[in-house]
T-cell receptor, first 114, second 118 residues
Framework: EAQVTQNPRYLITVTGKKLTVTCSQN?????MSWYRQDPGLGLRQIYYSMNVEVTDKGDVPEGYKVSRKEKRNFPLILESPSPNQTSLYFC?????????????FGEGSRLTVL | AQKVTQAQTEISVVEKEDVTLDCVYE???????LFWYKQPPSGELVFLIRRNSFDEQNEISGRYSWNFQKSTSSFNFTITASQVVDSAVYFC???????????????FGTGTLLAVQP
């Protein structure tokens, strides 16, 4: 089954404790990205990757890091989480560059930073 | 600047009523794509439709229909004979071919919460 898998789905952590949200897709997609969803703001792009070892900032990259060492994986790293990073996070992937490709979303990871 | 506006924050209807969710977009691009996603209470995002800027034909899929009007920069979504299972947050989104570059980035509206009462 074609899917984008995120882990963990739910996490409560404390300020400053490094954490990683993993994302893996089994569709051989070149493109992957991370979004965060906040009430009243919709979803905003954090980082994206066009292919292995190619990553770039989205609209709200502050406080986050990413890496793309393998095509299927695109982890989101919070080096020192803060309460304003409490949010619902989505990983997404697609086959090709440009907007014609439909984005496939993971099920979301709800993060709470105390 | 690119932007998607969903002015309706919340809508409440009674089952079997028709309901229209509004979406207005702004873009500098002549080639772009518009999307609707559904987010049920379980939280995942469910893709509903993609429409490119050169195709203004309205589309119907079962109880769902979409009205794309470039003249008013709108891409409205109508649910006919609504059901309780339609209760969800609905997002409209825009992706630009040129100014978005090859980023495949979606610009989302803030969403409309639809509550269908039995």
């Amino acid at each position: 089954e074609a899917q984008v898998t995120q882990n963990p789905r739910y996490l409560i952590t404390v300020t400053g404790k490094k954490l990683t949200v993993t994302c893996s897709q089994n569709m051989n997609h070149e493109y992957m990205s991370w979004y965060r969803q906040d009430p009243g703001l919709g979803l905003r792009q954090i980082y994206y990757s066009m292919n292995v070892e190619v990553t770039d900032k989205g609209d709200v990259p502050e406080g986050y890091k990413v890496s793309r060492k393998e095509k299927r994986n695109f982890p989101l790293i919070l080096e020192s989480p803060s309460p304003n990073q409490t949010s619902l996070y989505f990983c997404a992937s697609s086959f090709r560059e440009g907007p014609s490709g439909e984005l496939f979303f993971g099920e979301g990871s709800r993060l709470t930073v105390l | 600047a690119q932007k998607v506006t969903q002015a309706q924050t919340e809508i409440s209807v009674v089952e079997k009523e028709d309901v229209t969710l509004d979406c207005v977009y702004e873009t500098r691009d002549t080639t772009y794509y518009l999307f609707w996603y559904k987010q049920p209470p379980s939280g995942e995002l469910v893709f509903l439709i993609r429409r490119n800027s050169f195709d203004e034909q309205n589309e119907i899929s079962g109880r769902y229909s979409w009205n794309f009007q470039k003249s008013t920069s709108s891409f409205n979504f109508t649910i006919t004979a609504s059901q309780v299972v339609d209760s969800a947050v609905y997002f409209c989104a825009l992706s630009e071919a040129n100014y978005g570059g090859a980023t495949n980035k979606l610009i989302f509206g803030t969403g409309t919460l639809l509550a269908v009462q039995p």
